[in-house]
């Protein structure tokens, strides 16, 4: 199988291209590669273009998605010496929006209507702890700490990125999905073997089956359970940090799209602290 990577590689030394810019490149390379071998080289504009919108579903920044789609022109034309793959003005993330949002009845809808526990649990995880799509489907069995409501975020290799929520509502729906698994796969949600975990692609065509059921016509994408999830705590309240902390998010101007959706926020939401303890009484 021809190595894309290394061949982009030599490219863009001999291009003369940063080494930032070279190390982004071959990245976006080696993803691409590693979704379609040797078949990489040959693809056409609907299959590429239908790549990019992956990269929308899986919540990925609008310079990610842009780079991806750089790289790709670049591996196309200077080291295959094929046409532009992707023609036109515009970018697929700009036709997109990446930050629509659901209300919270849509929510309810959508969750009512994925029949496979399985399916729908992933759904419930990406809106009510934030994740992003690759880090609902890497997620580990024993990710969950059930006792101080927790969830431990990993990577796809397995390396711990972040701790995010374990809501209520779904604690012991999820308790109950994991203790009567019979396999033994280490991943929260297993594909096909005992070494892969779900595909995005998988929890992406739940996803549009619930939306069709419903009778919902926006043009949405997975990442709007992510979105909805931000938008929501900040319209509840939430302070804007523990909401980045959360999503993940470093970079603090990031969370001004979200605030900008979050039209009916109030400060004057949030709980007294008299709440958790004196109304029990």
Not at 107 to 134: D, P, T
Not at 145 to 165: A, E, S, Y
Not at 237 to 252: A, E, H, M
Request: with cysteine.
């Amino acid at each position: 199988m021809p190595d894309f990577v290394e061949q982009t590689k030599k490219v863009l030394k001999t291009a003369g291209r940063s080494p930032k810019t070279a190390n982004s490149y071959l990245s976006h390379i080696r993803r691409l590669e590693n979704t379609y071998g040797n078949k990489a080289e040959n693809l056409d504009e609907d299959t590429l273009r239908k790549y990019l919108e992956d990269l929308v579903d899986e919540g990925k920044s609008l310079s990610y998605i842009n780079q991806a789609q750089s790289a790709i022109r670049f591996m196309y034309k200077y080291v295959l010496r094929k046409d532009n793959p992707l023609p036109g003005p515009g970018l697929i993330s700009k036709k997109i929006p990446l930050h629509g949002i659901f209300n919270r009845e849509e929510i309810s809808q959508i969750f009512a209507n994925v029949h496979e526990l399985k399916y729908r649990l992933a759904l419930m995880l990406i809106y009510s702890a934030g994740l992003r799509v690759g880090e609902a489907t890497h997620l580990l069995r024993n990710a969950v700490d059930f006792d101080n409501m927790v969830i431990h975020v990993n990577d796809q290799d397995k390396k711990f990125i972040r701790d995010t929520i374990l809501a209520n509502s779904i604690s012991e729906i999820l308790r109950y999905y994991i203790e009567t698994r019979t396999d033994d796969s280490p991943w929260m949600f297993p594909g096909r073997g005992k070494t892969n975990c779900i595909s995005p692609r998988t929890i992406q065509r739940a996803f549009a089956e619930a939306m069709l059921a419903v009778g919902i016509e926006k043009r949405a994408t997975l990442g709007w359970l992510r979105h909805s999830f931000a938008v929501h705590m900040l319209e509840d309240g939430i302070d804007r940090k523990l909401v980045r902390n959360l999503l993940g998010i470093t970079t603090p101007s990031m969370i001004s799209p979200y605030m900008k959706l979050a039209e009916k926020r109030s400060a004057l939401r949030v709980n007294s602290p008299a709440d958790r303890f004196l109304l029990k009484k």
